[in-house]
Nanobody, 124 residues
Framework: QEQFVESGGGLVQPGGSLRLSCAAS????????VGWFRQAPGKEREFVAA????????VYADSVKGRFTISRDNAKNTGYLQMNSLKPEDMAVYYC?????????????????WGQGTQVTVSS
């Protein structure tokens, strides 16, 4: 079974940047779609971005378009979320998720595998 581990979270000032990584343990990462979700305290988990297995299709939530970039390196079994121009409302626990079907669902039910999450704090 694939396992996914996020890293790269931390404390950043408003307007700053972070790059999250999602490292997969198995050999089939290149066939999976990867999604990023986030959950702030007291709120439901929400979709942030997703990329299909080949990297040719990416989808973003409106709230992060133009600021976040999702990518993947199949040779390294790793997905990434580059976050620029961070705002206090971006503060949340960020989760990566994988869909073995390879397409890019926009809801959490479309993903079979999840990482443990990494905290992103945006504060001055």
């Amino acid at each position: 079974q694939e396992q996914f581990v996020e890293s790269g979270g931390g404390l950043v000032q408003p307007g700053g940047s972070l790059r999250l990584s999602c490292a997969a343990s198995g050999r089939t990462f290149s066939t999976y779609a990867v999604g990023w979700f986030r959950q702030a305290p007291g709120k439901e988990r929400e979709f942030v971005a997703a990329i299909n297995w080949s990297g040719r299709r990416v989808v973003y939530a409106d709230s992060v378009k133009g600021r976040f970039t999702i990518s993947r390196d199949n040779a390294k079994n790793t997905g990434y979320l580059q976050m620029n121009s961070l705002k206090p409302e971006d503060m949340a626990v960020y989760y990566c998720a994988a869909n073995p079907a390879g397409n890019v669902p926009l809801t959490s039910v479309g993903y079979d595998y999840w990482g443990q999450g990494t905290q992103v704090t945006v504060s001055s």
